[in-house]
């Protein structure tokens, strides 16, 4: 019992224009997980964002310029690492992922998992042109690592502490489905549970049909061409040559 109490995980929350959500969202969170340590990963908006977390007094990690979603993620993994922490979780800040899923997430990651996912499709299956998209990707993982994701896309996914080193301290490890792959062919053990996620109640995706589209397309060919080249393991020291 001694050993879980000192297991530490920080819910890492990148916000890009998140003016209108952020509030509710970290009360939500902090209400549902108090136990949990979070940090908001500013983005570069140029809304209020960055002025409402400090009024509020939340944990935040304010970036100059717009790095994209990589490179908030990236930020906030590097604190983790940095940091000492047991376990990272990618959480948007848009309210859209539900806190209750957390601890689940958190859960899997002590039974020995390095990377566990917030899956919209294990009970309910969805039908619209991301979903579509996503099992494109998922075929395409499924060819080239024989694991079967149902959600590639989700970006509800926690993070042990081997995983956290690979994205603080290697290139080209991002938050995006041909990581994902990536790490499993590195040997990572990832595993999917079952999550709701909320409609967006203000603003809107970056993601338009055209731009979803076109994203699909990236990952699929990452995935099925890229991916084969990229040699590592998770049993190698990030600093190691």
Not at 196 to 213: A, C
């Amino acid at each position: 019992m001694e050993e879980l109490d000192r297991y530490r995980a920080l819910v890492i929350m990148p916000a890009f224009n998140e003016a209108d959500n952020i509030v509710p969202t970290v009360e939500n969170l902090k209400q549902t997980c108090p136990q949990l340590d979070f940090i908001i990963v500013n983005d570069g908006s140029s809304d209020e964002t960055a002025a409402i977390c400090r009024e509020h007094g939340f944990p935040l990690l304010d970036l100059p310029v717009n790095l994209g979603l990589a490179g908030a993620v990236t930020t906030g993994m590097k604190f983790a690492w940095l940091s000492g922490y047991d376990a990272a979780v990618q959480f948007d800040s848009d309210g859209q992922h539900r806190p209750e899923f957390l601890q689940p997430l958190l859960d899997e990651l002590k039974n020995g998992f390095d990377v566990v996912c917030g899956s919209r499709n294990l009970e309910k299956r969805e039908i619209s042109a991301r979903m579509l998209g996503g099992r494109l990707i998922s075929l395409s993982i499924r060819l080239t690592t024989g694991v079967v994701l149902t959600d590639p896309t989700s970006g509800l996914r926690a993070y042990n502490r081997r995983i956290i080193e690979r994205f603080a301290n290697q290139i080209n490890i991002t938050p995006e489905p041909d990581t994902i792959s990536y790490l499993i062919g590195a040997g990572a053990r990832v595993k999917e549970i079952p999550v709701v996620m909320n409609k967006r109640s203000h603003g809107r995706s970056y993601l338009t049909f055209s731009t979803s589209i076109k994203y699909m397309l990236r990952m699929g060919i990452s995935i099925l061409l890229f991916q084969t080249f990229r040699k590592g393991s998770l049993d190698t020291k990030v600093n190691e040559r």
